[in-house]
């Protein structure tokens, strides 16, 4: 199968500097959209893809080759909204409406709702890349995601990361990538229980955001071109900046460190997630992107996107949506049906797949069996479903470009980051597993708390000693 | 029978005491038998027509597959299943089933359709009665809406045809289930399975103590758990020798306490157990009360670490419901293993998948399928009409309604799924759907396909979902 294979072992644990390797013979599909190309080839080297496709390379004598045959090759899952690595277990209170605790016990950081701040927060510390969802993901071929907080007691939850899945303690791809806000029913829950206020709220927090930055002055009167390198901030964040000693008015909602982290929203230096599903609530989103035209707005859930398609379509704005949420879950998704996803592509939006409200910290791995779905719908008369091409995208490329990071994850196109996985199958079916995984061209061990298990209990007759003895 | 029995006994003892005293002692009043049908079902079969599938793979439930396949149903029910070979009834409808598969309609054991329904507004929350951990008076078919819209997505997109409705877990007794076809009706009489046993929800593990320890309450612990499981069963005897007592000899009847008869049921073997129940160990001690108090438990749900103890189910004749893929949402998940089905499966016990869900309802199809892959890497080969009956056959047998549905044997329902496509790839739909033999969801006519009253006049009816 693998020529090579016990240099590549070895290496497994590390990165692949300097090396060049290839994939051979295996049904590739880029993620661009395109359909899958049989007998393709993906050429990696320094952990970047060269070339992928339908290409004969002339390669360095001795470069390794991994027989891919039979199998399918695709760039890894990118989960467009998730909560990877921010739980190990879930709340306990999930099921009941019947006053369960929230008590998590140290095990779920993914909520801060009795924290002082809101879009202050950076969800990074809350990652832990040894989460056993990590691995569990990992395992099953989705090697980055977008991972944003839940919000506590404001509308702003804070902001988000891109990850990797890697094994090893350097998840963070992209630090602050994104602001997260809710501006739909929960979002007017928390800002005191009506849309209105919510929209209050956010303006007003916009315009906090804008006097700091305006009284900051510009930035090159900063000064830091003489600070000495120790003066350097450590990391280049935005709520380190010099705005956020600037003069401010009296009469604020938020806190100067919360307004502060909204100035790059503002100036659309940092992408605005926002969470909506009801038609309205789309329409009034679009009307804050004329009101505020710098934001980089992208849309998380729009179930009832399909019905304002064409207006999602002309505003430019992409969308992140759950792919096969069809019940009237709430009074806000009454329109919902598994064709949302193929409309709006259908009017010319960029749509992508996301785990919105459902199981967002663990269950990633089902988005690519909800993009078969997808590809499914266009056999079922009256829906519209997408190719499998553009599902395939859906769960790769398409959030990446979401959020401006399509140059560097989600396809197999040259210069894109080595995140590749082999796939005993057609990869849209549930059935099929990934095989190999490599993530920045580094191939990942993929066993994980549940393949121990079952290596355990495989066979029960009683043996010498107790279970516990196996491993 | 009984009634004449109890007569006879108590003219006996008149006639023996009347011997030793003056005036004959008032002969008891003969036992008056209580009504355990009181909301019983008014489900009945929509029309269908003689219809033959040929050329199809079909899958009978029972483990048979049936290339080129044949299925005869009419009035109601299956006529016959066999090869290409087999004959055409007169003036049947015949559909041509090249490139397609047929297969038992889906059973999902463990559904909240109806009484969480959507939306999931906190009006028509009505699964948990947690206000005292034993609950078993509540029936789950009061709470029921029919109106919910996830049964329609069920049908269309799930290919279920019958489900069993459960009441919340944040109790230990949780109360009565509901069995029902998946047949639109304007109450849930109309919904209900015909001659389908009652079900009672029991729980242990984290969701009673957390609900009822968090109020200060007992139970706080799994112990607790136990504890007071174990003291309501005591009660439920006596209450059970109270009648008993009653029901042999007359007289006057014994106060009626609900909560008691469905546990009277229960030790009577009519009202089946239905046992959330996530962790090996915990499960072991449910088996054990069941032992000490003597009633059977039918099968475990949620049973996340079911395969740490294959044997003791199967040894024990109880079946374990799971997911494929489920795990760490509670810490009662954390052990979850992808090949949890097949293991159960392969250990000779009695394996099956469920939703709790209503969205996993929509493809159960898929999860057997993921389920069934994930035990083949292991090692674990069961073919694709064998992994069938972790959606039909052993659903069925749990709910104690296999002798009426589960397989595609003559003479059962004609509860029928006709899918596109193989129904383990992501890619297949549901193409047709009957129940008892009427067409209730055929996807090329937008007719055959159930709007809830909710949905009428909202944006989006009729749409396909």
């Not at chain 1, 605790?101 to 950081?109: E, N, P, Q």
């Not at chain 1, 919360?258 to 009801?278: I, K, N, T």
């Not at chain 2, 003056?22 to 003689?50: C, F, I, M, Q």
């Not at chain 2, 047998?397 to 002798?403: C, P, R, S, V």
Request: hydrophobic share 40%; aromatic share 6%.
């Amino acid at each position: 199968m693998i020529r090579g294979l016990a240099a590549l072992l070895l290496a497994a644990a590390a990165p692949l500097s300097a090396q060049t390797f290839v994939i051979s013979g295996g049904t590739v599909a880029l993620g661009d959209g395109s359909e899958p190309i049989p007998n393709g080839q993906v050429v990696i080297r320094d952990g970047k893809v060269v070339a992928a496709g339908n290409i004969r390379m002339k390669l360095p004598a001795g470069t390794q080759v991994i027989d891919a045959t039979g199998k399918w090759v695709t760039p890894g899952i990118v989960a467009g909204f998730s909560r990877l690595g921010l739980a190990e277990v879930d709340l306990t209170a999930s099921e009941e409406d019947g006053g369960g605790s929230s008590d998590t016990s140290g095990a779920a950081d993914d909520t801060t709702s009795n924290g002082l701040f809101n879009a202050a927060i950076d969800v990074v510390p809350a990652i832990n890349p040894r989460d056993t969802t990590i691995a569990v993901n990992r395992a099953d071929g989705v090697t980055r995601a977008l991972v944003a907080p839940s919000i506590g007691r404001n509308i702003f939850a804070g902001q988000g990361a891109v990850i990797d899945t890697g094994a090893d303690m350097d998840a963070i791809t992209a630090a602050r990538k994104f602001q997260f806000v809710e501006l739909g029913e929960t979002g007017a829950e928390k800002a005191g229980g009506s849309r209105a206020a919510a929209y209050a709220l956010f303006r007003n927090a916009l315009r906090e955001a804008g006097q700091l930055r305006r009284n900051a002055g510009p930035l090159s009167a900063s000064g830091a071109g003489n600070a000495s390198e120790t003066d350097r901030p450590l990391i280049r964040d935005p709520n380190e900046s010099r705005v956020y000693e600037a003069r401010r008015n009296d009469d604020v909602v938020l806190t100067r460190y919360d307004a502060a982290a909204l100035v790059p929203v503002v100036q659309g230096r940092q992408y605005l997630l926002v969470h909506v599903e009801r038609a309205s609530d789309i329409l009034n989103v679009i009307g804050l992107k004329r009101e505020f035209p710098a934001l980089k707005i992208v849309l998380v859930g729009a179930s009832e996107g399909w019905t304002v398609a064409d207006r999602i379509a002309r505003a430019g704005i992409p969308v992140i949506a759950s792919a096969v949420n069809d019940l009237p879950a709430s009074f806000e998704q009454i329109a919902a049906t598994q064709s949302n996803v193929g409309r709006m592509r259908s009017a010319g939006v960029n749509v992508s797949i996301g785990m919105i409200d459902d199981s967002d910290t663990r269950n990633l791995f089902m988005e690519r069996q909800y993009a078969g779905n997808l590809v499914a719908l266009q056999r079922v008369p009256g829906a519209t479903g997408v190719s499998w091409g553009e599902a395939l995208a859906m769960i790769t490329s398409r959030p990446a470009q979401a959020i401006g990071m399509g140059g560097e994850i989600g396809s197999l196109a040259a210069g894109r980051k080595a995140d590749v996985v082999i796939w005993s199958g057609d990869p849209l079916e549930g059935s099929s597993a990934a095989e190999q995984v490599f993530i920045d061209g580094v191939r990942q061990p993929l066993d994980d708390h549940q393949s121990r298990l079952l290596e355990r209990y495989r066979y029960l007759p009683r043996r010498d000693l107790p279970e516990a003895y196996r491993h | 029978m009984v009634l004449n029995k109890a007569l006879t006994l108590a003219l006996g003892a008149g006639l023996l005491s009347g011997c030793a005293m003056l005036e004959p002692k008032p002969r008891p009043a003969p036992a008056v038998h209580v009504n355990e049908d009181p909301y019983p079902s008014t489900y009945v079969r929509y029309p269908g027509v003689l219809t033959v599938i040929r050329h199809a793979t079909v899958f009978d439930g029972d483990g048979r597959r049936i290339d080129d396949g044949t299925v005869v149903f009419a009035d109601g029910v299956i006529q016959a299943i066999g090869g290409p070979d087999l004959a055409s009834p007169a003036g049947a409808l015949e559909i041509d089933g090249t490139g397609k598969w047929v297969t038992p309609g889906i059973i999902d054991i463990h559904s909240h359709l109806g009484d969480y329904p959507s939306p999931g507004v906190s009006s028509l929350s009505d699964g948990n009665e947690a206000t005292s951990p034993v609950r078993p008076e509540v029936w789950a078919e009061h709470s029921v809406w029919p109106q919910d819209p996830g049964f329609s997505r069920a049908l269309a997109n799930g290919g279920v045809t019958t489900l069993q409705v459960l009441p919340g877990s944040a109790n230990l007794f949780g109360g009565r289930s509901v069995v029902l076809k998946n047949v639109p009706a304007r109450t849930t009489q109309g919904m209900k399975f015909p001659g389908a046993p009652y079900g009672l929800k029991m729980a242990c593990g984290e969701n009673p103590k957390r609900v009822y320890g968090s109020k200060g309450n007992m139970p706080q612990t799994r112990m607790g758990n136990i504890a007071v499981a174990r003291a309501t069963w005591i009660k439920a005897q006596a209450y059970k020798r109270k009648w008993d007592k009653y029901y042999r000899n007359g007289g006057d009847m014994p106060e009626r306490d609900l909560a008691m008869d469905t546990l009277k049921g229960v030790l009577e073997g009519k009202i089946l157990v239905q046992n959330h129940c996530y962790r090996a160990d915990e499960m072991a001690q449910m088996i054990d009360m069941s032992k000490e108090f003597g009633y059977h438990i039918t099968a475990f749900h949620h049973a996340v670490e079911a395969y740490k103890i294959a044997d003791l189910l199967r040894e024990n004749d109880i079946c374990a419901v799971m997911w494929a893929d489920w795990y760490g949402f509670k810490m009662e998940s954390y052990d979850a293993v992808k090949e949890n089905i097949p293991l159960v499966q392969n250990a000779g016990a009695c394996a099956m998948v469920h939703s709790d869900d209503p969205n996993g309802i929509q493809r159960l199809n898929q999860e057997v399928a993921k389920a069934l892959a994930d035990g083949r890497r292991a090692g674990i080969n069961i073919s694709d009409e064998v992994a069938w009956e972790w959606l039909s056959r052993n659903p069925a047998k749990a709910l104690g309604i296999l002798d009426k549905t589960g397989t595609l044997s003559p003479g059962k329902m004609a509860d029928v799924v006709l899918w596109n496509g193989n129904p383990y790839s992501d890619y297949t739909r549901p193409e047709r759907v009957w129940i008892d033999g009427a067409l209730m969801y055929d996807m090329n006519d937008p007719k055959r396909r159930p709007v809830s009253d909710f949905e009428l006049g909202q944006p989006g009816e009729g749409d396909t979902k």
